[in-house]
């Protein structure tokens, strides 16, 4: 069985607005419909699992309903992070996944996944355990230490930026999180990952595939979609 978990939790702080951003209306669908969408069209995917906060459970049910959306078969309750509303999401998959599954973890505000991406993701999991999307970095990456000084220049060749879904046997993301060892700086799934000792190998994803995070954002997807639909 192949798992999408869906992440759309999220509070958006940094977007601002009364309606998180995952919910705005886009070319006349709320933006998370297009991630969930890709998911329910993948020959590959069997079944997805949202994760959500309680207050917007009748919006997430309206979008699932109204689209036809069969394969989201559970909706889990999102924690105060993005660690803890995956660990909710991996507590349920234990009751239903088994240990070789793929579990594919998106970000619900990243629309414009696609087959491309999924498959090769599930590819990749099923080879190697674990893998991350991710793309070169275009930009010369800086380390600061105090947001004052440069404290280091890494190769640019060596540097990517990190994208979803990122994907997994479930034993193994399992695994992840139940060592999980409460590390706030862990900010995604392949972080928990490596520090069990797992290698995480990188699917390269597409420029497109950008995560609305400010309004700016949101005008390139807006702009980016109207050609795909």
């Known amino acids: 069985m192949n798992y999408a978990v869906i992440l759309l939790a999220g509070s958006g702080q940094r977007f601002g607005g009364n309606t998180p951003k995952q919910f705005v209306e886009v070319a006349g669908k709320p933006l998370c419909y297009y991630s969930i969408s890709a998911f329910q069209r993948n020959v590959l995917i069997d079944q997805i699992i949202l ?3 309680k207050e917007y459970y009748p919006q997430v049910a309206k979008i699932v309903v109204e689209n036809n959306l069969n394969k989201v ?3 889990v309750l999102g924690g105060k ?3 803890e509303s995956t660990h909710n999401a991996i507590n349920y998959l234990a009751s239903v996944a088994k240990d070789d599954d793929i579990v594919l973890i998106h970000d619900g505000d990243r629309p414009l996944v696609d087959d491309e991406i999924i498959e090769k993701n599930i590819e990749m999991a099923k080879e190697n355990g674990a893998c991350t ?3 070169p970095a275009n930009d010369t990456i800086i380390m600061s230490n105090d947001a004052k000084l440069i404290n280091e220049v890494p190769s640019r060749k060596y540097c990517f930026q990190v994208q979803t879904p990122q994907s997994f046997k479930f ?3 399992k695994e992840a999180h ?13 972080q928990l990952v490596l520090k069990i000792s797992h290698p995480v190998y990188l699917v390269i994803g597409k420029r497109s595939l950008l995560k609305v995070t400010t309004k700016e954002d949101l005008d390139l997807i807006k702009a980016l979609i109207s050609q795909e639909y």
């Open 73 to 75: 078969k559970f909706v």
């Open 171 to 173: 034993k193994i993301i």
């Open 81 to 83: 992070t993005r660690k």
């Open 178 to 190: 139940i060592n999980e060892i409460g590390d706030e700086n862990v900010t995604d799934d392949a």
């Open 133 to 135: 999307t991710a793309i």
């Open 51 to 53: 994760v959500i906060q």
